[in-house]
């Protein structure tokens, strides 16, 4: 079974510009997540989807953040403009239909704000 | 506010010994609580979990204990392996709300 993949896995960029990232879940995964890792930190949960609706994106920066899933399968997290602060992992997880124990993470992808 | 601490960032045991990594929690309404472990540039991996009706699981070399009064709970890994070696974190999520609050982190790692 293929696992949770994510693109691109690593990612520099200058302050003000735009990112985008992708991840592909696990097949027939209804729930996707997507979290911020800032170093030294844990996951901080960013936006939740069941299918292609949102469920949680109370702490997505959304002034500057925004996420989608359109067809409930992939989905892509963007940030414009990136901030300084903004550097930190990315992670992905999907699981079968909103159960916490088993999020399954992908690679993520790290993200340097110049 | 950090919901979730794990006030040890780092911790170093002795392979073929025993590993505790210790968690506290703030949140009362917190239910369920899990821990995973990561690699360097691989995504968190569930390892075992714990529901607040229990004080104990175990699974193999691993085993959660979760003493609710003191609202802590710690992984026990018995005998320790150099495979061990990763970062450790503490989740915790309240009944009816899905999302996971992680802690900090930390970093275990085994001596040969």
């Known amino acids: 079974e293929a696992g949770v993949a994510q693109s691109p896995r690593y990612k520099i960029i200058e302050k003000r510009q735009s990112v985008a990232f992708w991840c592909n879940p696990i097949?027939?995964?209804?729930?996707l997540y997507w979290y911020q890792q800032i170093l030294g930190q844990g996951p901080k949960l960013l936006i939740q989807?069941?299918?292609?609706?949102?469920?949680?994106d109370s702490q997505l920066p959304k002034d500057r953040f925004s996420a989608e899933r359109l067809k409930g399968v992939d989905s892509t997290l963007k940030i414009q403009p990136a901030k300084l602060e903004d550097s930190a992992v990315y992670l992905c997880?999907?699981?079968?239909?909103?159960?916490?124990?088993?999020?399954?993470f992908g690679p993520g992808t790290r993200l340097l704000v110049l | 506010d950090q919901q979730v601490k794990q006030n040890s960032p780092s911790l170093s045991v002795q392979e073929g010994r025993i590993s505790i990594l210790n968690c506290d929690y703030t949140?009362?309404?917190?239910?369920?609580f899990l821990w995973y472990k990561k690699y360097p540039a691989e995504g968190p991996t569930f390892l075992i979990s714990?529901?607040?009706?229990?004080d104990k699981n175990e699974d193999g070399r691993f085993t959660v204990f979760l003493n609710k009064s003191a609202k802590h709970l710690s992984l026990h890994i018995v005998p320790s392996q150099p495979g061990d070696s990763a970062v450790y974190f503490c989740?915790?999520?309240?009944?009816?709300?899905?999302?996971?609050?992680f802690g900090t982190g930390t970093r275990l790692t085994i001596i040969p």
């Open positions: 997880a999907s699981s079968i239909s909103g159960n916490s124990e088993t999020q399954y």
């Open positions: 097949s027939g995964h209804a729930t």
């Open positions: 989807f069941q299918n292609n609706g949102v469920v949680d």
């Open positions: 949140n009362s309404m917190f239910d369920y």
């Open positions: 714990i529901s607040s009706i229990k």
């Open positions: 989740a915790a999520k309240d009944f009816g709300n899905e999302k996971l609050t």
